[in-house]
């Protein structure tokens, strides 16, 4: 596996690539945004690894200019943990992962992993409740496209129908370990999702249960 990281840090790229090196992963490492960007494109790495504060050009800068190029090398991005948004908006302009810093450079690499594999075959399936038809294979959601974690999300919801889904099992399924701390990334998650149920006329609303959770219910 070849990657290339992308880290101004110079400390954290050292020890970071050190570790990589010796699980056999080969690294090119990116001092700088624009260097970085020069790199990105060419079609030789298998997955990139994206600060988003970078000097020169933004970790999303760089995201986007390359998925504009149809550059699809998948990208993880790396991000403080203040940066709430700007990891929502990595996943939103295509990015396939993000890790929060710090992290273990052993998460790192089962991600890395994770990413390289071939995607998995999943079946074809369509949820339905009340008059939302969620469509997991194409991601769709009656017709408009759903990311790939509203569609996790949206899954969970409709599976437990008039049940809560509790915010740590989403955090803990849709995000993994790492993102525990971070209650407000599903918080913003649901008012995209409310947005959507809104924007196609749904009699469903999503309900935040106090304290708990969240759950679909039916406008009367
Ligand atoms: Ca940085």
Do not use: C
């Amino acid at each position: 596996m070849r990657i290339l990281y992308v880290e101004d840090e110079q400390l954290l790229a050292d020890a970071v690539t050190h570790l990589l090196k010796k699980s056999g992963i080969n690294v090119d490492w990116a001092a700088d945004g624009e260097e970085g960007f020069n790199l990105a494109i060419k079609p030789v790495y298998d997955a990139i690894v994206l600060d988003i504060m970078l000097p020169k050009m933004s970790g999303l800068e760089i995201l986007e200019s390359i998925r504009k190029r149809g550059v699809k090398t998948p990208v993880i991005m790396l991000s403080a943990l203040s940066e709430v948004e700007d990891k929502v908006k990595g996943l939103e302009n295509g990015a396939d992962d993000y890790l929060a810093k710090p992290f273990k450079t052993k998460e790192l690499i089962a991600r890395l992993n994770a990413l390289t594999r071939r995607p998995a075959l999943r079946e074809s399936k369509i949820l339905k409740y009340e008059d939302l038809e969620l469509d997991s294979e194409n991601r769709t959601l009656n017709g408009i496209s759903v990311t790939e974690k509203e569609n996790e999300i949206l899954e969970m919801l409709i599976k437990s129908g008039e049940k809560t889904v509790q915010k740590d099992y989403i955090l803990a399924h849709v995000w993994g370990a790492d993102m525990m701390a971070e209650d407000n990334y599903v918080e913003v998650y649901m008012s995209y999702l409310r947005k959507k149920l809104k924007s196609l006329h749904s009699k469903v609303e999503i309900k935040t249960v106090r304290g708990l959770g969240y759950k679909l219910v039916t406008k009367a």
